[in-house]
């Protein structure tokens, strides 16, 4: 796999999760699972904007876990982390060939 399909595939497996998240949402709006709770009148999932983010939850505590971390997924974020990425390679790169 070249680094072209790679990123294609990295987006297509982005874009299953949002997805998933989205029939997640209405599947428990529609539950009225807490702590979802019933929509306002007139309010439609389908025009409701939710972002991909990168969520870590805590671990469960009497049966119930918080969000530990969240992450905006938006493009200056992920800029950022190609670019963290990237020197972190050039680190490796230079400690291979100094021989150490």
């Known amino acids: 796999m070249d680094l072209s399909e790679h990123a294609t ?8 999760f949002q997805c998933l998240e989205y029939a997640l ?4 709006y529609d ?8 929509l306002a009148p ?3 999932l389908d ?5 991909v983010a990168l ?4 671990r469960p505590y009497a049966g119930r876990v918080e969000v530990g971390f969240r992450e905006e997924l938006s ?3 992920m800029e950022n982390q190609i670019k963290r ?3 972190e390679c050039a680190k490796v790169g230079r400690a291979a060939s100094s021989g150490k």
């Open 55 to 58: 969520i870590k939850f805590t």
């Open 47 to 51: 025009t409701m904007t939710f972002g």
């Open 75 to 77: 493009k200056d974020w």
């Open 9 to 16: 595939m990295m987006g297509k497996l982005l874009l299953s």
């Open 85 to 87: 990425v990237l020197a």
């Open 25 to 28: 949402r209405v599947f428990l």
């Open 31 to 38: 539950q009225r699972d807490p702590p979802h709770e019933p």
């Open 42 to 44: 007139g309010t439609d």
